[in-house]
């Protein structure tokens, strides 16, 4: 099963734009992770979000969680063609397995 | 370091053969687990281990799905008598005790193509 929803599924920008996306979870949680995939395989980490934080800042990303919406979003600033690729959201469901979302797939045109 | 690692990195088998896949976690790493991903969906939890023991395996789909980890570090994913719907990349991630507070490292996945 899949709790997260991220919304867009797909979004262009041009380099030096900023890439908002959105995740809508449905239960409680601990935390909440971002995660980047290219062309299909690995997954990498990119930031962790505690249910007791608001917004956290990793270089150029900034998520944001709104516990009380069940909603999560990531902010990718002045975005670069290397960021091309799919993100997803995850959370906890309070247990120490990971529920992903349906992911939202970028595409940052030179 | 070695990041995680995952054998094969494509298999394709026949409906109804036995398959294995490996998955060599960081070293030191006592949660190991196990995700299967299909084409454009995000990966979909399978099973979860706490050093040698299956902690949770409620995402398994079936009986024909089974994952050991004798000693706590290598793990394998065993699937008999696949099936064309078991055709996913099955995604590897190990960390650093409970995964609840701690981030996931994932290996590069293993491509099932069942014929």
């Known amino acids: 099963s899949q709790q997260g929803e991220e919304d867009p599924q797909a979004l262009s920008i041009q380099e030096g734009e900023n890439a908002t996306m959105n995740c809508s979870y449905k239960t409680s949680i601990n935390n909440l992770q971002w995660y980047r995939q290219n062309s299909g395989r690995g997954l990498v980490h990119l930031i962790l979000?505690?249910?007791?934080?608001r917004e956290k800042h990793s270089g150029r990303l900034r998520v944001t969680l709104d516990t009380s919406k069940k909603s999560s979003s990531l902010l990718i600033t002045a975005s670069r063609a290397a960021d091309t690729a799919s993100y997803f959201c995850a959370t906890d469901e309070d247990t120490d397995k990971l529920i992903f979302g349906t992911g939202t797939r970028l595409q940052v045109f030179p | 370091g070695a990041g995680v690692s995952q054998t094969p990195s494509n298999k394709v088998t026949e409906k109804g053969k036995y398959v294995e896949l490996r998955c060599d976690p960081i070293?030191?790493?006592?949660?190991l687990y196990w995700y299967r991903q299909s084409l454009g969906q995000g990966p979909e939890f399978l099973i979860y281990?706490?050093?040698?023991?299956?902690?949770?395996d409620s995402g398994l789909p079936n009986d024909r799905f089974f994952a050991v980890r004798p000693e706590g570090s290598v793990s394998t994913l065993k699937i008999q008598r696949t099936e064309r719907g078991d055709s996913a990349v099955y995604l590897c991630a190990s960390s650093f005790e409970r995964a609840r507070m701690n981030e996931q490292f994932f290996g590069p996945g293993t491509r099932l193509t069942v014929l």
């Open positions: 979000i505690r249910s007791n934080e």
């Open positions: 281990f706490q050093g040698t023991g299956a902690a949770d």
């Open positions: 070293s030191g790493h006592t949660a």
